[in-house]
Structure formats: C-alpha cells, structure tokens
C-alpha cells in the first residue's frame, strides 16, 4: 500500500503537491506527508505501522484517555482507513452516515426480516476492538450491545450504594475455557448431551469494563481494563463463527414465532446478504434458527410451521421461490430469470455462456505469475471506424448478446475492471459480472465479481448511493468501486464516509507525466499493492488512446476488442493512439499487436492480440 496515499479531504498542501511543488516523496513518489501532518484529514497509515502501535499496551488506558462518543469513535477508525468491506444499510437515510441514530423503522426495513441499527458492521468492529475509551448513551448501548454480546463473558458486576453506577467486567469470549457436557451430572428428561466443542482458555487476553451511569442523561463508558491485552488475538469473523450474537438471533426469533419454518426464515435471510453479514451472521446456519425457536415450538406445538408466502419446499433445494406455471414468481414480482434454471436467480442474470471460450485462454492473466504491475487486459467494443460510441457522453450497444456474454466471462477472470470518469459520467454502468453462479447471481459471497476502479482525478464522479455500482454493492451484486483521485481533488469526508461505509475507497495517486496526467504506471502499482492481480481496462476513448501510446504498452498484455458490423461516424468517440513517425519522418503504424486471432461470435467478431512486448516484467 505503500504507493498509494488513502484519500484525504483536499488540503492546501494537497493542492501544492498536485502542482508540483517540493514535498519530500518517498521511494515510489508518494507526498507522505500531506496525510501525516495536514490536521483534520484521513490519512492513510500502512497496516503494519497500526499493528506495531497497537503492541504497546497503554498503561491505564481506561484513565488516560478521555472517552469518546460513538461517532468520534467511527471517524477515528474510518481515518486510521481500516474500513474496507463493511457496506452500510442507511443508503436511504439522509443524515451523515457516520452519525450513530437510534433504530427507526424505515420503508426498506419494513419488508426486511432484519432490525439492523445504522452503520452496524462498523460500530460492531468499534465495540470488538475498543481501542479507545468510548461513552455513548444507555440508548445507544441497547441498542447495539446485543450486536456484540457474541464477543464478550461477563467475570463480575460491581454496583454503587447508591445504585446509580454498575461497572460489569467482560472477558473476550476465547479467554474463557469451554469443557464438554459434564458425565456426573444428570441430564434433564428429554435433553441429549449437547455437541459443544473443547476450547482451552487463554486464547485472547482482551478485557473490557462496562461503566453504566444512570441519571437524567444515562450514559454507559466502555474501556480496556489495565490488565488487558491492547487488540484481540483473532478477528470478529473469528467470534462470530463460534457464536452468533443475541441481536441477529432475535430477528431469527421474532419470525419464528410468526409460525415460519426456520428453514424458510434461513433461506430469507440468506437472500440478504448484506444485511446479513452486518449483523454478524456470516456463519448463521438452520441449526441456529431452529434452536432459537426451539422453546416457542414446545409452547406451541399445534402450529404447523409453514413457508414464507411465495416460498415452498423443493426437493434438493430446501425452502425456494415458488415459481408459476409461466415461470414467474410471486414472492419477488420478478420477470423470468434469463437463464431459466433457478428461480432464486435475479432478473437481470445472464446464462453462462455455452458457446466456446477457449479462443481467449492465451490472453487471459495467469494469476499463478509473480509480476511486479498487474496483468493489464484492454477490452471494448468498437465500430467500422474504431468509435466506441456515437458521441461524448452517450452509451452505444455495439455488442450482440453473444459479445456480452463474452464481456461478463472476462470480467469474472480479473481482478478488477477499470474506466475513465467520462464513461461513469456517460454509463453509469454497474461494472459487475452478472453471469450465472457469480456472486450476487447463484454463486457466493462476491465469486467471480471484479472490483470496479474509476479513474477521476479531480473527483468530478458525484458518487451517491442510487449510483449503479453501489445499487450493486448493496445488493450483493458486485464490489463497491475504488476511485482513483489525484492529490487536488476535493473530497469532502461525507463522501468519504459514505464510500467507505459501502466497501469502496479513495485512492490517491500522485506521480503525474509531462502533461500533468496521472502516470499508468502509479495507478497500476496502487492497484497491485491492494491485491488486485489483473485488471480489464474497458474505457473509454481517453483511457484507451492514451494506453496504446508507445509509453504505455509495455504495461498492457492482451487487447480484445469486440468489433461490430456498423460506421458510427465522425462525431463519434474514437479510439486512436497517437501518430508515430520511423526513423526518416514518415508515417508508420502506431501499433502493431502481435499473435493475432479474429474469431466471429454472432454478428461481432471479436480480435485477440497481444500487446507488451514478451520479456518486460
Ligand atoms: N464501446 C465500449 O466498449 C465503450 C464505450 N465507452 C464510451 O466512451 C465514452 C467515454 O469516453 P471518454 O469521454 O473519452 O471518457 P473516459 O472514460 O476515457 O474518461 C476520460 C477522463 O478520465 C480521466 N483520465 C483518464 N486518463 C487519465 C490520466 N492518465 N490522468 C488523469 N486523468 C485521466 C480524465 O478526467 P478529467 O477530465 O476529470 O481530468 C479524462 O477526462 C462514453 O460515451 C462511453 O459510453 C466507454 C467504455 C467502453
Ligand atoms: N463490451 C461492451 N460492448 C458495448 O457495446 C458497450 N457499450 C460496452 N460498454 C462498457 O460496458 C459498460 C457497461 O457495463 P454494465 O453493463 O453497466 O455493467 C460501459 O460503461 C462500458 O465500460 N462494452
């Protein structure tokens, strides 16, 4: 991450490094030290120099430092930048994103089988790590307590004579010893042994108080006790694998009590993904559901526990979206799913491809290479007379839907899919894959889905949660995008915030050309140290012409371009590097790609070519 500063609000020292002025640059042409010292801005801090600070254990933390609310708290982490991947639910709410609110139930919610609060995953990861001494209202803690009770064992309870004041002591849950059901005692009628796994204690020294002040304004401070470890030894994923928390497992009550069967109230929440891993429930299972609703079926064991309305049981499936007859279905009032196969499918999913591919393989990146840049991918549609589109800022369809299929295959073999602002601006394009058995279409997780990189200097993108890519993001679909801004550009951190809360992020690049424009080479390094191994640039005019001039293509791999049978004129947006001259002063091609291959696919044939020259890194 060292070539990349993490975006920061636009500073004046910004603005000075932006127009070339001296700032001491490290090795890879990063101004350091507009992040450090600008005050009021989020700066970007390498992990590691997080960890070794976090090593020193602070004596007396809970004392020294005084507690912070809950949304100093949440702009204290999103400054350190450690929020990567936990979106937010409050797309809708208008309010800072980064201000804690009390739960209301909105529209949205309304339909949904979760109560989640605001900003859930990343107070939940503020209340895990307790890096500072926060204090928040009793409301507060209510309400986002139960989200993170999973985490914690309580060892004892003071209270005030008084009785104003309690002061609970918590243990990390993986601090406490977990045997197997005691041989000697005897069971209850009825009960078999539970399956509990043998823990040996002393796994995660983390210890925390809990100080519950109750007056006019109730206020509960949380803080590491003296004694503590300073991070936990494991993850939040890791507690949550071992134990669901009490606030996902009452929406899991609240519907099973409705008479629904638990496989059909898992098989909902599933559908919710997002939503779902906000609260914690990345490793819910049916077993969790049933069990929670276990002592109300006791209570109640005349009700016969049905599906949800839309929903039945289908063999090898469990509990689906009934399908009717014309292949439409109720529960979601959704079209008929293109491919036709699965009815959990959504409507705008595409069949994986079933004509051959296998043209592309020696274009393809090879992930199991150790390259220093990634392995750069350069593909668009084009017309007779090399435009992309009919005009500036206007989508033009120039693949058939074999060619689109293609385009949604090869996004799911990079890593990442990049653009220019002009083709957000023009597009507002959802740049995810959505090929049958991708993420979000059939497949896990974020399977097969590329994260979306547009490049805009100057931040011009007005990125706002209706944008397709976060649409996507929300709904499981796809990544949140990564925007490549240069140091001027002017972020405010409610943007910031609100990308960030989506799983997005700001990159800002600072190695510039000749012509003030943002050197390939920095913006294809920032994307290697994220991780990102491969990356399909699909546009458009700008990025691409520039890409194929001679100082680029030593960083471009393959070319393929999907050419359509049709002139879209002079008006049009080209695709064009610039003229070379040879030796003499004439005219010569610009670029030849070698080991070319033409291959028809309906009405496109599509051009395959490699491009950087075979020994360069
Ligand atoms: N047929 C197809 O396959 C495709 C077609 N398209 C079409 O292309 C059109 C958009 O093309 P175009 O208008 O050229 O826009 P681009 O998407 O190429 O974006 C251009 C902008 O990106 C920024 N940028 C690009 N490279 C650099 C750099 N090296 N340094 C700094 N900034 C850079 C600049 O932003 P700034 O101006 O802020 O400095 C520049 O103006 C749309 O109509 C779209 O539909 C797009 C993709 C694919
Ligand atoms: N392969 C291809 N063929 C065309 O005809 C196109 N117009 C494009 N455009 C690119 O695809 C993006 C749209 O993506 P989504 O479908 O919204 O995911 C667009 O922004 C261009 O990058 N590509």
Redesign the pocket.
């Known amino acids: 991450m060292d070539h990349v500063s993490r975006a920061s609000t636009s500073s004046p020292r910004a603005m000075a490094s932006a127009s070339g002025s001296a700032s001491p640059r490290n090795e890879n042409g990063l101004a350091r030290d507009e992040a450090e010292n600008a005050d009021n801005e989020f700066e970007y801090a390498p992990e590691h120099a997080r960890e070794d600070a976090m090593d020193e254990d602070p004596p007396q933390a809970e004392d020294a430092t005084p507690p912070m609310n809950l949304f100093g708290a949440l702009e204290k982490q999103a400054r350190q930048g450690d929020i990567h991947d936990s979106p937010l639910h409050t797309a809708s709410h208008e309010t800072s994103e980064t201000q804690p609110r009390t739960p209301d139930v909105d529209a949205e919610s309304a339909h949904s089988l979760f109560n989640n609060p605001p900003n859930l995953s990343r107070i939940r990861r503020v209340l895990f790590e307790c890096r500072d001494p926060i204090e928040i209202s009793l409301e507060e803690f209510e309400t986002y307590w139960p989200f993170i009770d999973n985490v914690w064992v309580k060892q004892r309870s003071n209270a005030s004579k008084e009785g104003h004041c309690t002061t609970d002591y918590y243990m990390c849950r993986l601090r406490r010893p977990t045997h197997r059901t005691s041989d000697s005692r005897p069971l209850p009628e009825g009960k078999r042994p539970r399956k509990k796994r043998v823990r040996e204690g002393g796994m995660c020294n983390f210890q925390i108080k809990v100080v519950r002040f109750e007056g006019a304004y109730s206020t509960v401070t949380i803080a590491r006790t003296p004694g503590s470890s300073s991070v936990h030894s494991h993850d939040l994923d890791y507690i949550d694998r071992v134990k669901r928390n009490s606030g996902l497992m009452e929406s899991a009550r609240k519907e099973s009590v409705k008479g629904y069967l638990p496989s059909s109230i898992f098989t909902k929440f599933q559908e919710d993904p997002e939503k779902l891993h906000e609260a914690g429930g990345r490793f819910l299972t049916v077993t969790d559901v049933r069990n929670v609703s276990a002592k109300w079926r006791i209570q109640n064991p005349e009700v016969k526990l049905v599906p949800h309305e839309g929903y039945e049981y289908q063999k090898g499936y469990g509990i689906v979206k009934s399908q009717n007859a014309d292949g439409t279905n109720d529960a979601a009032q959704q079209k008929p799913v293109q491919s036709g196969s699965s009815p959990l499918l959504p409507p705008d999913t595409l069949s994986f491809p079933q004509f051959p591919l296998d043209f592309l393989q020696p274009y393809l990146p090879n992930h199991s290479e150790r390259r220093e840049f990634p392995h750069v991918t350069l593909?668009?549609?084009s017309s007779m007379d090399s435009k992309i589109?009919l005009c500036p800022g206007m989508?033009?369809?120039?693949?058939g839907p074999e060619?689109?299929l293609m385009?949604h295959y090869l996004r799911s073999r990079h890593d990442a899919i990049l653009?220019g602002v002009g083709?957000?601006l023009a597009?507002n394009?959802?740049?995810?894959c959505r090929l049958e058995g991708a993420g979000g279409f059939g497949g896990l997780g974020r399977m097969w889905q590329p994260r979306p990189v547009v490049v805009d200097p100057m931040g011009r993108w007005p990125i706002h949660p209706e944008c397709?890519m976060l649409r996507t993001a929300v709904e499981g679909k796809g990544k949140a995008p990564w925007v490549v801004v240069s140091p001027g550009a002017q972020i405010n951190p409610q943007r910031l915030m609100m990308l960030k809360g989506y799983g997005g992020d700001f990159l800002r690049i600072v190695e510039y050309n000749q012509h003030w424009r943002l050197r390939w080479e920095g913006v294809l390094r920032a994307l290697a140290s994220e991780g990102i191994k491969s990356v399909m640039i699909?546009?458009?005019g700008t990025v691409l012409s520039e890409l194929l001039n001679p100082e680029y293509t030593n960083f471009i791999d393959s070319i393929i371009v999907?050419v359509a049978p049709t002139y879209l004129g002079r008006g049009g947006v080209g695709v064009s590097p610039d003229s070379k001259l040879d030796q003499e002063g004439k005219p010569n091609a610009a670029l030849n790609p070698r080991d070319v291959k033409w291959t028809p696919l309906g009405q496109n044939v599509i051009m395959c070519g490699k491009i950087r020259a075979q020994d360069t890194p």
């Open positions: 593909s668009y549609a589109s989508q033009t369809v120039l693949s060619a689109k385009t653009i083709t957000v597009d394009p959802g740049l995810n397709r699909e546009g458009g999907t």
